[in-house]
């Protein structure tokens, strides 16, 4: 298992497919998987219903456990399909994912989240793209799909690099062009493949 995590905006699901292609192409069948919270989902429905967004909607603690309960069952089908098949699983986000969003936003239940989490066994590498909170800004504006606060991106960077795990990640840089993120990812991903 090969996990890319990073805040909005850092590149994770278009080097996540595209790392998928390349390793399918070179003879490693990949399977690519967004382990997703909902975030996208809960929002628009929330505005549909007349709220700001899923924690108007659904409160600060219940949005959370559903949060984490949508991406527990998004990480056990990619476990799964990734073990029927014995294809590699090139993983759009993880569980360190749920941390720090949470500790984002300053929401309680951290510790349960990491306990239940714990089942899940660690990608064999976790990539971190890093990307300076304003080009993700202004990449997420880009794609014109949602919109991130730069103080939002901030605490989420902020988040990620003070994981007690956060030692043991390979750190990409981000900011570059798709192609040079593709390629330090493909350097990293190398050895693995041929070992």
């Known amino acids: 298992m090969i996990a890319l995590v990073g805040v909005d905006g850092s590149g994770k699901s278009t080097q996540a497919r595209a790392l ?27 505005r549909t219903l007349g709220r700001r967004d899923g924690v108007a909607l659904f409160g600060r603690t219940l949005y959370p456990a559903l949060e984490a309960t949508v991406r527990a069952l998004a990480m056990s089908r990619t476990l799964l399909w990734s073990r029927l098949t014995g294809r590699t699983a090139v993983l759009d986000r993880w569980t360190w994912c749920q941390y720090v969003i949470m500790a984002a936003r300053g929401d309680r239940g951290g510790r349960a989240v990491r306990a239940a989490y714990a089942l ?11 990307t300076s909170p304003a080009v993700a800004r202004d990449r997420v504006t880009a794609r014109g799909i949602d919109t991130e606060e730069l103080a939002h991106l901030r605490a989420l ?12 990640v390979v750190v990409v840089d981000g900011d570059g062009d798709p192609d040079e993120v593709a390629a330090a990812l493909d350097r990293v991903v190398s050895p693995l493949v041929r070992g």
């Open 157 to 168: 960077d902020a988040a990620y690099r003070a994981l007690p795990e956060f030692g043991t």
């Open 120 to 130: 899940f066994p660690r990608p064999t590498v976790v990539c971190f793209l890093a």
């Open 20 to 46: 998928t292609r390349r390793l399918t192409a070179g003879g490693t069948p990949a399977s690519y998987f967004e382990n997703a919270g909902g975030r996208p989902l809960w929002n628009r429905l929330a």
